[in-house]
């Protein structure tokens, strides 16, 4: 019998049985909840006198609304104020654990999820947002959910879903300087397109992926969704064991023992039956920039933007062309930019304030740019500070904020205005995403934002490196 | 389950929005994701690409009277893709969008339709691409989508659609809202829950 992926043994131990519909009831064994997604998940438990089946599995925190220099009580945006109130209720009334604005353990649900523990190989994990494949760098199925599904996990601590393929996506040899794993993603959607992974969960593996560190194998599980892949894992090794140990909710002594006998025996097998797989080269990959409105729409830094016609679809390379104002055949470099951002749940953890934070230091960041550092999670912020990269940041011209989402959807005050141009480190391009229907956004990595800011333009960050 | 419809057919007229990789922050911007409850999201799908800054309507299918209450939604490749929220679907739905038809839907867009009752099926490209001329010449076509025999038809033209049988299953039985079957099994989840080392904390 061929070998089994890790997606096939954890599926398998966390079947519950198949539904009349034929999908699987899978149970979740980590349920992590925010204010954007679940207050009518919640009033629909209650409409039905339902309780949450598993509280102890289930952990609440604010990201999404949080604003990130005043956060005084009670928010100056009413709407603000009341979502977040009904989920303080709503955990109050039920009984979840949650990480509010004065907890140590506030942050963006992705990244304080890996910070505490919570999220292990082996396990698998919901939440209603569509970068929950970010835990998958564990080796954890982690799928992103809607509103009716949470109500579903809440009340159920189960989900009724169809298996997928796996896609085996392999990156070998090694990325050059300057090149970060938010180059690996980009690339990698830029290949396969933003479609190209339904009905797949992506494996990420090589030489490349190997070699990363568990924030790094964040960055590029993050973004699987925005290649139409629903789950992204990378299979666990030492890395992440030596990256657990210790951790708040990761088991001690003779436990963790057990639990890293475990986490192996989970991995792929290395004679494992893959569906697909697609090999690239690490030095193939540019530090990589987004010139259009989905982030399939990419090219390398040093290259020029593509025609319409190299697409299949010619029609949604115009449409991109026509919000964002630019030429098919212009150079990537130079384009000019009026606002940075570092952060979000794709680059706002301490390796991606490092990165950044090394391009600026010593630095200023140009007038005409309005600069902003927001860490992903609270904690990421006190570390940050003990390392002393706020100073920097400042000192360069960038504004040091509080933790949360921030620009990356723009549901706090953090926006972008009328036309302006953001370098982001986040995750969409898509027109609005930041807070302005006119407004436009270039994906690309913290180094490489935060070299596009001091220069008010595109530039190419292995200039700096 | 009998107090959940079993959706098998979709009838009336239709409204065509045209382009790939449509998005969920264009059919609902992220600040109407601050309402904590879905029940106006039917003011807001297309907001920012219906009207204008200063409120004024702008040229879009949803806003023009040629189409207004159609209950079937005509779309291209990769509707849906991006964010999770079911404020998407529920904004379609709650703007009388009874049946979405597409050459295909990103994953969770799909999921998220099927779980409130709102079919999202698949026909191909160039059937799309004849729906979508049909309505634009005709606005007051009639069309009916049948999840039994998967078609659907208008005049004398029937066309095949697609979609997951387990999504089908879930709406012709009336499986769609699954809370209560999924609940109905609590002991079995509680077994396999049990079985699971991080359950117990490896304590064995
Ligand atoms: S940082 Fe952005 S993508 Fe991540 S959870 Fe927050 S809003 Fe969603």
């Not at chain 2, 295909?104 to 079919?119: D, H, K, R, V």
Request: aromatic share 8%.
């Amino acid at each position: 019998m061929a070998g089994r992926t890790l997606y096939d043994k954890i599926w398998e131990s966390h079947s519950v049985g198949i539904l009349p519909t034929g999908q699987t009831q899978l149970f979740i064994g980590l349920h992590l909840i925010h204010e954007i997604t679940t207050a009518p998940a919640f009033d629909m438990l209650r409409e039905n006198g339902m309780d949450v089946a598993f509280r102890d599995r289930t952990f609440a925190t604010v990201d999404h609304i949080v604003p990130t220099d005043v956060r005084q009580r009670p928010f100056l945006d009413r709407e603000a104020e009341e979502l977040i109130q009904a989920l303080e209720n709503n955990v109050n009334q039920f009984g979840v654990e949650f990480f509010g604005l004065d907890s140590v353990n506030q942050g963006i649900v992705h990244v304080i999820g890996p910070q505490l523990g919570l999220t292990q190989p082996g396990m698998t994990l919901a939440c209603g947002d569509s970068h929950t494949s970010t835990h998958g760098a564990f080796g954890t199925l982690a799928f992103g959910i809607g509103t009716s599904q949470v109500r579903d996990v809440l009340a159920t601590q189960t989900l009724a879903m169809d298996k997928l393929k796996v896609r085996r996506i392999n990156i070998n040899g090694e990325l050059g300087t300057g090149v970060y794993p938010k180059d690996v993603i980009l690339y990698i959607i830029r290949r396969l397109g933003v479609a190209g992974g339904k009905g797949f969960a992506y494996e990420y593996g090589g030489a490349v992926i190997d070699k990363m560190n568990m924030e790094e194998r964040m960055t590029v599980c993050n973004m699987s969704i925005e290649g139409g892949a629903l789950v992204g894992y990378v299979n666990p090794d030492q890395t992440t064991f030596d990256y657990l140990k210790g951790r708040p909710h990761v088991p001690k002594g003779d436990a963790f023992d057990r639990a890293v006998d475990y986490w192996k025996s989970v991995a792929s097998d290395a004679d494992a039956k893959y569906d697909d797989l697609v090999h690239y080269q690490g030095k193939e990959i540019e530090p990589t920039v987004t010139w259009g409105i989905n982030p399939g729409q990419s090219v390398g830094v040093s290259e020029k933007l593509p025609k319409p016609e190299e697409f299949a679809d010619p029609d949604g390379a115009k449409k991109a062309y026509e919000h964002m104002g630019w030429q098919p055949g212009a150079p990537m470099l130079g384009t000019p930019i009026n606002v940075a951002f570092i952060g979000s749940c794709t680059n706002g953890r301490l390796a991606d304030l490092r990165a950044a934070a090394k391009i600026a230091k010593g630095r200023k960041v140009n007038p005409a740019v309005r600069a902003l550092v927001v860490p992903g999670s609270t904690e990421v912020k006190r570390l940050a500070e003990r390392e002393g990269l706020h100073e920097i940041f400042q000192a360069a011209g960038f504004q040091w904020r509080e933790a949360g989402c921030s620009m990356c959807l723009a549901m706090n005050p953090d926006k972008l205005n009328g036309r302006e141009i953001c370098a982001s480190s986040s995750n969409r391009n898509f027109i609005g995403r930041q807070g302005s229907p006119q407004g436009r956004t270039m994906l690309m990595s913290p180094a490489m934002v935060a070299a596009a800011a001091l220069n008010g333009k595109v530039v190419d960050v292995r200039e700096y490196v | 389950m009998a107090d959940i419809a079993e959706i098998t057919k979709i009838s009336g007229t239709a409204v065509p929005i045209r382009g790939n990789d449509i998005d969920t922050d264009r059919i609902i911007p992220a600040r109407y994701l601050k309402e904590p409850t879905f029940a106006r999201m039917g003011d807001y799908p297309f907001f920012d690409e219906r009207f204008d800054s200063a409120g004024k309507k702008k040229d879009h299918p949803f806003n023009d009277p040629e189409y207004k209450g159609a209950s079937i939604l005509f779309v291209n490749k990769n509707f849906g893709c991006g964010s999770s929220r079911e404020h998407a679907p529920q904004a379609l739905y709650r703007f009388g969008i009874k049946a979405i038809v597409g050459e295909s839907f990103a994953a969770i867009f799909a999921g998220n339709c099927t779980m409130m009752g709102l079919p999202a099926v698949v026909v191909a490209a160039k059937d799309i691409e004849q729906l979508m001329k049909s309505v634009e010449d005709f606005p007051q076509t009639e069309y009916s989508v049948d999840l039994e025999n998967k078609t659907i038809s208008y005049g004398s033209q029937k066309i095949a659609i697609d979609l997951p049988e387990t999504y089908r299953t879930a709406l012709t039985k009336g499986f769609w809202d699954s809370t209560a079957l999924l609940r109905s099994n609590l002991e079995q989840v509680k077994r396999t829950a049990a079985k699971l080392p991080y359950m117990t904390g490896f304590t064995s």
